[in-house]
């Protein structure tokens, strides 16, 4: 099963609650916020390897004759010919190789480039990956697709995805059997909920709600997901030990009596995808 935790903005508690779900069920942890992966913070794995992960780029050779196809062609703008030069921008280039192809001169060939990298490793019993996206570079996409191939579809994958809900997001959940929705109770909160809540509904994946730093009282987040018929998975109290703990990088799920809490929300999660998937004709 792939368990994908999201949520509207960075600092909700994604990584919170994706390690230390994970550290209590075992199997797989994937940190795929290429940009600020900081799931290593706390399960403090061992790195046993690591690879390079590269794109294709257009790059022009000396026959180019300016006929300005691949120019017309690119729907990104990472072409443009200036001063009989055929001008390349890598930044803005999603490596679709159709410049090449539609180049009736044999004036481009792809050449390789660097993104960033993928390290795995171990953590007691969970295995380990994250992707480190290269400084200067746009998009992280590319490594998220290389961090989730060959996943072992008989365990449990705890997918740790960037903030907001773009591409990067999109590229991470794609596959998932469950997303989990991190929200905090309050009115931005709920902003934030809402919008990662219409992502998933829009890619037809079941949805459920954590709600972290919650407070005995505060109904908000409930009562939108009564409003959206969104299972509420589980409630993380606010506790300033909490907090302590998770500044100094370690697990509160490895803490007495803590881990009860993550142990909860994990058959939550189970009975949640169990109704989703029977109620589903998709699924």
């Not at 109770?185 to 709920?190: E, H, K, R, V, Y």
């Not at 990088?249 to 189970?270: A, D, H, M, P, T």
Request: proline residues 4%.
């Amino acid at each position: 099963m792939r368990i994908s935790v999201l949520s509207g903005k960075g600092g909700t508690g994604k990584t919170f609650i994706s390690t230390n779900l994970v550290s209590t069920i075992g199997n797989v942890y994937i940190d795929c916020d290429v940009e600020e992966p900081n799931g290593a913070i706390f399960l403090k794995p061992e790195i046993t390897g690591q690879k390079e992960v590269k794109v294709k780029i257009p790059q022009s050779d000396e026959n180019c004759t300016g006929c300005k196809e691949c120019v017309s062609f690119c729907r990104y703008h990472a072409l443009a010919y200036a001063k009989d030069k055929l001008l390349v921008f890598h930044e803005l280039c999603h490596s679709c190789g159709g410049c090449v192809m539609v180049c009736g001169h044999n004036a481009l060939h792809e050449t390789e480039r660097r993104i960033g990298i993928i390290e795995y490793g171990k953590s007691q019993n969970t295995e380990f990956r994250h992707g480190i996206l290269d400084s200067g570079n746009p998009s992280g996409v590319p490594i998220i697709k290389e961090l989730l191939r060959d996943m072992d579809k008989d365990k449990i994958i705890v997918l740790d995805c960037p903030p907001g809900s773009s591409c990067t997001v999109m590229e991470s959940i794609k596959d998932s059997d469950l997303c989990i929705l991190a929200a905090e109770p309050t009115l931005f909160g709920i902003h934030n909920l809402n919008m990662v809540y219409r992502l998933t509904n829009l890619m037809d994946i079941p949805a459920g709600v954590i709600i972290n730093k919650a407070v005995e009282g505060n109904t908000i987040v409930e009562e939108y997901c009564r409003s959206k018929n969104i299972p509420v998975i589980g409630k993380i109290p606010y506790n300033r030990q909490f907090d302590i703990w998770n500044s100094n990088g370690e697990l509160v799920s490895q803490k007495q009596g803590c881990r009860q809490i993550f142990k909860q929300i994990y058959e939550n999660i189970l009975e949640v995808a169990a109704n989703e998937t029977a109620g589903s004709t998709k699924r």
